[in-house]
Nanobody
Framework: QVQVVESGGGSVHAGGSLTLSCEVS????????MAWFRQAPGREREGVAQ????????YYAAAVVDRFTISKDGDKNTAYLQMNILKPEDTAMYFC????????????????WGQGTQVTVSS
């Protein structure tokens, strides 16, 4: 069983920055893609960013392009989400997930999930 643990959430003012971390216990054939999703109250879970650990390719949702950056520590099973120029609409619970392939924003395509970390952006 792959364990996924997020950390780094918090509260910031609009325009501020936060970095989220996602630690994965180990990789299997079904965990090539590390992704961040978010869910705000009353809204569906939406994809934010993805990183393929094999080829390094990244994918971003339109709402976060040029503001968020996903990366992975090459020597560790840890992925990061650097979030800059945060907006109140970025407020949500952020979840890290791993799955077999990248490029699909459907949450059901991801096999293992963390418990989430809260990000709150005030205006």
């Amino acid at each position: 069983q792959v364990q996924v643990v997020e950390s780094g959430g918090g509260s910031v003012h609009a325009g501020g920055s936060l970095t989220l971390s996602c630690e994965v216990s180990h990789y299997t054939y079904s965990s090539n893609c590390m992704a961040w999703f978010r869910q705000a109250p009353g809204r569906e879970r939406e994809g934010v960013a993805q990183h393929h650990r094999g080829n390094g390719r990244t994918y971003y949702a339109a709402a976060v392009v040029d503001r968020f950056t996903i990366s992975k520590d090459g020597d560790k099973n840890t992925a990061y989400l650097q979030m800059n120029i945060l907006k109140p609409e970025d407020t949500a619970m952020y979840f890290c997930a791993v799955g077999p392939v990248c490029g699909n924003w459907d949450a059901s395509a991801f096999t293992y999930w963390g418990q989430g970390t809260q990000v709150t952006v005030s205006s």
